[in-house]
């Protein structure tokens, strides 16, 4: 389970965990950049403590030779990069990502998931769920079907409810973003 360390994929990850458990053996992953906020960081931590997710965190560990992929680093809460290494690693490799060239998500997050599934012998069959909102669904990969990326119903339809959102809220910890842009 991709776990991005906002409300609604920590959403996603407790109502999996609370209603899907029995059926299925779950890996919550959270792939941190580098640049992340401080309190998703904290977030993320938070609610693998409470929940007990047995998260996993990785960084990308970008080769600078052309040619040769990128595969991951397992690190935690405390060794987490937080000075944008994995970022600036791509960067040195690939240059700087935009509209034409927007493959910084994929190099940072999806990659390195991948490269974790693949050491552990997981298939390629196995399923990848992501948590994202209704109104970011015209965000999503058109690769998604292809990759096995699953967004599970059952959340959906309590996240539809607003069930999600009050959970977050009503934990004994928030997820706390100051507005840093105006």
């Known amino acids: 389970m991709s776990f991005s360390g906002g409300r609604t ?7 999996l965990l609370n209603n899907k458990a029995d059926e299925y053996d779950f890996r919550f992953v959270f792939a941190n950049t580098g640049l992340e906020h401080e309190n998703t960081l904290d977030f993320a931590h938070r609610c693998d403590q409470e929940w007990g997710l047995d998260l996993t965190w990785v960084e990308a560990v970008i080769n600078p030779r052309h040619g040769i992929g990128v595969t991951h680093k397992v690190v935690d809460y405390k060794s987490a990069s937080r000075n944008g290494e994995p970022f600036e690693a791509f960067i040195a490799k690939s240059g700087v990502p935009n509209a034409s060239y927007n493959q910084c998500s994929e190099r940072l997050k999806t990659f390195p998931m991948e490269s974790l599934r693949a050491s552990l012998g997981f298939k390629k069959n196995h399923m990848t769920a992501i948590g994202i909102r209704p109104d970011e669904f015209d965000r999503m990969s058109e690769k998604r079907p292809r990759a096995r990326v699953g967004l599970p119903i059952d959340y959906y339809d309590a ?7 009050s959970l977050v809220g009503q934990s004994k910890f928030r997820f706390r973003l100051a507005r840093t842009f105006r």
């Open 159 to 165: 996240l539809h409810k607003r069930a999600g959102p």
């Open 9 to 15: 994929s920590a959403y996603m990850c407790w109502w």
